[in-house]
Structure formats: structure tokens, C-alpha cells
């Protein structure tokens, strides 16, 4: 089958990528390599991908690019691309979040239906990736789908908009299509803006890891491959024609505070690890908890991979970068 990838060059759409070329599928990936980080991670996130024949890289901008004919001529979407972080999302970088998030998630929409009325063939699903920013700080943990989103950040209301794109696009213009709400995902190729990324990376060079808060936050922490699955499970329910499409969380069942992870890092490492606690940053919540036995009854979704494997694993990936470089 032929699969198209947007944001293929990141954490996520690069681990979808990677799984999609390994079982034989072609894939399109599209990415504009924007410098939100640095742009040459994600090109050594691609450096796999990019020695099979069956892979194709475009660089361009969703939000004001078309996508090609032939990028069209697939069988499913995964929709990774945005424009990620709940910190950068206030002030005037909110236009950013709303052309990436929002704009760019309409037009692919958008495209898909007009390459379909064209007469060439049906309107390919997509499996979009959402958030569990858009609970906000959730009344009711573990959280079920049905809870009223109430985002606490922009970059959690672009995500929420984006969804409502997603449903509007099938319910008026029958485009299959699915939201995947991610809880903390974590693993080999994380961003290094992330929390696990800088923790062993400040473990690993011997200095205090920085956390904002006290440390006694908690949140659901997600393996990297246990979202590959839940992403290619419900792509494989749109495409076999078992679903139209749904709204579903993605959790891995690890909720712990930060400063569990702290010890468990310590554990790890073998040495103390310490920690600067700091003040709190708008838009952060204080707990997640994702509830899944929605997307364990239609997709099929159980995470596999436990905490404290999947930290191991990405101590392990972090360590060869520095033993690398």
C-alpha cells in the first residue's frame, strides 16, 4: 500500500515512516523542516527512510504549498505535522500555531476532497494526531474521551481546532478520519525540547536536570512504538472500511510524578541524578491520565512497553548520540 506522512522528518512521523518501509508499504513523506528545533535532527531521522526506494521525501510548507497529485494517489494519511510545544504557543508566536495546526490540517482536508472529485478515486483516511492538551487539567482521571475539552494553552486549542476539522470533513464530505489524542510520547528520537530529552541529557554530562514545578506533577507516559501501533491500528480500521473514523486517547498506563522519574533515572544511571525545581510555566497541567479502553475496543490499542523499559531504551539511544559524536 501507499501511505503519505506528513511531518515525516519528526519524532513521531519518523517512527511511523520507519514502520510503514518495513512491512513493505511505499511511502510520500512531507515535511518543511521548519527551525523550531534544529532541522538536521530531523534529517538524521530520515536517514533510514531515505535508502529505500519505496520512500519519498517532499519539502514543503502544508499551510501554503499544494500537495501534489501523486502525493494525493495514497491509500491513508497519518497527519503528524504541527507545530509542537505548549511554552512557545502564547503571544505573538500563536500565528505560527494557527497556520501550522489549524490551516495546514484544513488544506490537507481540503485537497484530498477536490483530488477525489476529480475522479481519482476515493477520498483517501487520515489518522490525525491530537493531544491531551485539549483536557486542559481534566476534572475526572483517568480521562475518557467523553470529558469536555477545555485546553489550557493555544497550542491545545489549535490541536482541539484541528479535530473539529477532522470531524467536519467526514461528517459533510465523508473523508474517513480519526484523532489520536497522545499522552506524552517518549522514546529514541524524542525532540530535545522535551522533558525526558533534556532530564538525561543534563543526567548524562553530571548536572542538575532543571524541572519546572515542584516536581510533584504527574502525567502518562507514552513509548514511541506503542504510538506507531495505535497509529497504524487505526489506520488499518479506516482502511479496511471497519470505521469511519473516531476520536481516541493514546496512553501508555505509566502515570508518574516527575520526581519518580528523577529516581528512575538515578536507578538507570546508577549515580545520583539531581534536580533543580523552578517555577511553573503558563499552560502546563498538573496531572494526565489517559483512559484507553475506548481505543482498546475499536482499535484494538495495548501498550506494550513499560516506563521504566522505554527510559532505559532512550538513556541507551541518548548515550550512542554522545558516544557518536
Known sequence: MRFLVTGAAGFIGSSITDSLLADGHQVVGVDCFTDYYDPAIKRRNLAGAREHDAFELLELDLAGAD?????????????????????????????????????????????????????????????????????????????????????ISPYGVTKLAAEHLVDTYRHEFGVPGTSLRYFTVYGPRQRPDMAFNKFIRAALAGTPIGVFGDGHQSRDFTFISDIVAGNRAAMDALVGGASTGGTYNLGGGSTVTVREIVDMLSEILGREVAADFGDTQKGDVRHTSADTSAAHAAIGFDPQVDLRTGLAREVEWMQSLVDAS
Do not use: I, K, M
Open 67 to 151: 500537495l501534489p497529485d501523486s502525493a494525493l494517489e495514497v491509500d491513508g494519511v497519518f497527519h503528524q505535522a504541527a507545530q509542537a510545544g505548549v511554552r512557545a504557543s502564547w503571544g505573538s508566536e500563536f500565528a505560527t500555531y494557527t497556520q501550522c495546526n489549524v490551516l495546514a490540517t484544513q488544506r490537507v482536508l481540503e485537497q484530498l476532497v477536490r483530488h477525489a472529485e476529480r475522479g481519482r478515486g476515493r477520498v483517501a483516511p487520515v489518522v490525525y494526531a491530537s493531544s491531551s492538551s485539549v483536557y486542559g487539567n481534566a476534572e475526572q482521571r483517568p480521562t475518557l474521551e467523553t470529558a469536555l475539552p477545555a485546553p
